[in-house]
């Protein structure tokens, strides 16, 4: 099993681990956490109270990180308020403008938002073009999976720990006790 690349002598690498656990570590993640955590601050504010300062530090965190967009588009999926779970980079230009145009005729938010939101239902979508947030749409729980499917082979989150964790320990456990 391939494990995560990371430079030792990246000097942002705590940081990485505060945004997410990822297959490789991008510039271009410092660089959109930090308007996509502010998107989050501006349009959940108050509802997401309990997580709310542990956003606004990881915010001023990120926000010191000196770096630059290095790939041209890229799409990431939030849920849960902040935990990454798709991560795309460098997407081919005619999906990148598909989910665009695919996302522009529908509502960026819901109109009707509760006074109090239970994280783990919300599901944002980000687009960056370049140095530009230029879209964020929420998903429905279907649209997540239908995604997570889709791009399973380019999301660069790294998911083997959970893997391990759901199915790969479960299985030895098993043959160890059919072995005593």
Excluded at 41 to 69: C, H, R, T
Excluded at 104 to 128: Q, R
């Amino acid at each position: 099993m391939p494990r995560a690349k990371y430079d030792e002598n990246n000097p942002y690498n705590i940081l990485f681990f505060k945004i997410g656990y990822f297959k490789t570590n991008y510039p271009d993640f410092l660089y959109d956490f930090r308007y996509i955590y502010q998107e989050i601050l501006n349009f959940y504010g108050d509802m997401i109270e309990p997580i709310k300062q542990e956003i606004e530090e990881k915010l001023e965190i990120i926000s010191q990180a000196n770096v630059k967009p290095s790939f041209k588009n890229r799409f990431y999926i939030v849920t849960g308020i902040d935990r990454v779970v798709l991560a795309v980079v460098d997407i081919d230009e005619a999906v990148f403008d598909n989910l665009v145009e695919t996302f522009d005729f529908l509502s960026d938010y819901d109109e009707f938002t509760p006074d109090k939101v239970n994280g783990s239902l919300i599901n944002d979508m980000y687009l960056f073009k370049g140095n530009k947030l230029v879209k964020v749409h929420s998903l429905t729980s279907f649209k997540l999976a239908e995604f997570m499917a889709v791009f399973k082979n380019e999301n660069i989150v790294n998911y083997q720990g959970a893997r391990d964790e759901w199915y790969a320990k479960p299985r030895r456990k098993a043959k160890r006790e059919n072995k005593s």
